[in-house]
């Protein structure tokens, strides 16, 4: 069953079905940009850019910065920032170091970002000059390695006019006061030289990255990614996309040096919007658009639809949360959004009336794919044509990796098309492990038929076209009276009623079933909606036993910084009550 997915009649033509030649240090993307694009621009941030010359010379100085500090090969530089044009630099120029980036929830408190730098050594640290996340800054690093800390301001990368009018003014975020011994980025990269360490890196085994997860139990994990787990991954996304026909008829993919703009609305700190956004741009020679708060205006998402309409992005990856609140905004019809030529779906499951309702409205097209902080992120895509792209599925594995579906009990029996199990994944992009956490990183991986597999907690299979499907988190799965109910696969069914916006589903104990499910709906503004509504809705499209018996009303439901909801605080929520 390995060779499934290159034996459909679907899998996109002209993508090879293995790739080679990613066993690159991840900063020579930027370095090929800034030789091939000097002059083009890399980052937009308030209408300020920065080219890809630009952008390289200040991570080379970085570089130079921490070498001059003691740091060096295998040592951890933690970013503690939102998508300001200041990260690629720092990104780039701790890996031009030798060292290893620790990317941070910029809305983390400062005992979660204290238990982050405590468990990952870290010894410098990026942070914003802002009267929140600085004294976050100050207080978490107590009790810690972290010995150089340099503050970010947004003044550095603003237009001279906004910068002068927003410093007179006040309206320039800044802490309130400082600490001795710390740095200002503006005056680091003013004394330190353009010229980076000589290092050695051994892609296949030097990390670059230690991205946190939570995991299934809730506790941070660092899963530690090497430097060709991520350039094998741009290289898939460059070779999977089909964005468009030429004139001659043949199919283009990402265009190179500068057609193609990216619109930076997911975190960074986070491996999607790390790869899919801010890593890509580099790879193609792109612009990336850095937006700090996607939910910035009122109502939210005011300025992110602004900024669409200003800077024409053409491709755009986000989560479905962020696809929803554009569809429902009420004053979508006032931005002209038809620059966008792909959307790229991924951090949680894509409901398909949620997809297809972005599509009407937008008139982009979104294509859906699959992976996890753990495969740095992306292990499988749906082909990017609406001809063989199939909504509701992830797809196919990316070119080199082989997905298995594997029985839930052991995780170790294959099984056969169209059986729901385990997803399991080996190829290039397979993190080497949980970071100084042996016992967890054996609990997730397996070596099947000679080769090494990560267990990822979601249950799903693969249907008769070769397509996989993800069915839910395994810890999601909810058990009523013997019956398996998937939390998505009720969702989605709610999903396509015409008042709801947004809706989580969990299960809550139950004496005499053992769960009962449980609907957490959000309305669309200016709609209202009853309980009886939603049950007579559920009556006539779904089995009795997947039927909320439960339904509560929200006029939020919690979602994480990056938009995915939060099952597990309902769940925790819920489990309090009858506690």
């Known amino acids: 069953m390995a060779d499934h997915a290159w034996s459909t009649p679907h899998w996109p033509e002209g993508v090879p079905h293995d790739l080679s030649d990613y066993d690159k240090p991840l900063f020579t993307i930027l370095d090929d940009a800034a030789a091939n ?12 850019t920065r080219t890809f010359a630009q952008v390289k010379d200040t991570a080379d100085r970085v570089a130079n910065f921490l070498h001059a500090q003691g740091i060096g090969k295998g040592d951890r530089v933690a970013i503690f920032l939102p998508n300001l044009p200041h ?16 990317t941070c929830n910029p809305l983390y408190t400062a005992a979660e970002l204290n238990y982050q730098l405590n468990d990952a050594g870290a010894k410098a640290l990026f942070c914003m000059d802002h009267p929140q996340f600085y004294p976050t800054t100050t207080e978490a690093i107590k009790n810690t390695s972290v010995e150089t800390v340099v503050i970010c301001s947004v003044k550095s990368y603003l237009p001279w006019i906004k910068g002068f009018l927003g410093g007179l003014l006040g309206k320039i975020p800044k802490a309130e006061s ?17 010229e980076p360490p000589v290092i050695t890196v051994n892609p296949s085994e030097d990390l670059a990255l230690i991205i946190y997860t939570g995991g299934t139990t809730g506790v941070p994990k660092g899963a530690a990614l090497t430097h060709s787990n991520f350039v094998y991954n741009l290289m898939v996304l460059d070779v999977w996309a089909r964005l468009a026909y030429t004139e001659d008829g043949t ?15 997911l975190p960074w700190y986070h491996s999607f919007g790390m790869t899919c956004a801010m890593l890509s741009a580099c790879y193609s020679g792109s612009r990336l658009i850095c937006v700090p708060d996607p939910r910035a205006g009122d109502p939210p998402f005011t300025e992110v639809l602004k900024i669409v309409q200003k800077h024409r992005p053409t491709l755009m990856p986000a989560v479905p949360t ?4 554009f569809t429902n905004h009420k004053l979508l019809g006032q931005f002209d959004l038809t620059s966008l030529m792909g959307c790229f779906s991924g951090g949680a499951p894509l409901p398909p009336e949620v997809c297809r309702n972005f599509e009407e409205k937008t008139g982009s097209v979104i294509f859906e794919g699959y992976g996890l902080s753990e495969t740095a992120p992306v292990a499988s895509l749906n082909p990017t044509n609406t001809e063989t792209r199939k ?13 298995k579906i594997l029985d839930v009990e052991t995780s170790e029996t294959e099984l056969p098309r169209g059986e729901d199990g385990e997803v399991a994944i080996s190829g290039p992009q397979v993190m080497t492990g949980y970071w100084n956490k042996p016992a967890e990183t054996a609990e997730v991986i397996r070596e099947i038929e000679g080769r090494r597999y990560f267990l990822t907690g979601d249950i799903g299979h693969i249907d008769e076209e070769g397509y996989i499907v993800i069915t839910d988190r395994k810890k999601d799965m909810i058990l009523v009276g013997g019956f398996n109910v998937y939390p998505r696969e009720v969702e989605d069914v709610l999903f396509t009623h015409p008042k709801v916006e947004l809706a989580a589903v969990v299960g809550v104990p139950n004496d005499q079933s053992g769960e009962t499910v449980k609907a957490f709906i959000k309305v669309i503004e200016g709609q209202s909606c009853t309980e009886e509504e939603i049950r007579d809705f559920c009556k006539e499209n779904m089995a009795g036993y997947k039927r909320p018996k439960l339904i509560e009303f929200r006029d939020e439901i919690p979602t994480s910084n990056v938009g995915k909801v939060l099952r597990r605080v309902l769940r925790d929520e819920e489990t309090g009550k009858t506690a």
């Open 37 to 48: 694009y000097p002059n083009q621009t890399y980052t937009i941030f308030n209408d300020a």
């Open 87 to 102: 990260y690629p630099e720092i990104y780039f120029g701790i890996l031009k170091a030798g060292a290893v980036c620790v």
């Open 178 to 194: 400082y600490e001795p011994g710390h740095l200002f980025f503006d005056n680091v990269v003013a004394g330190a030289p353009p």
């Open 251 to 265: 199919i283009e993919g990402v265009r190179r040096g500068g057609f193609h703009c990216y619109l930076g609305v």
């Open 322 to 325: 962020i696809f929803v609140a």
């Open 391 to 403: 909504i509701g599925s992830i797809g196919f594995p990316a070119p080199g990796t082989i997905i």
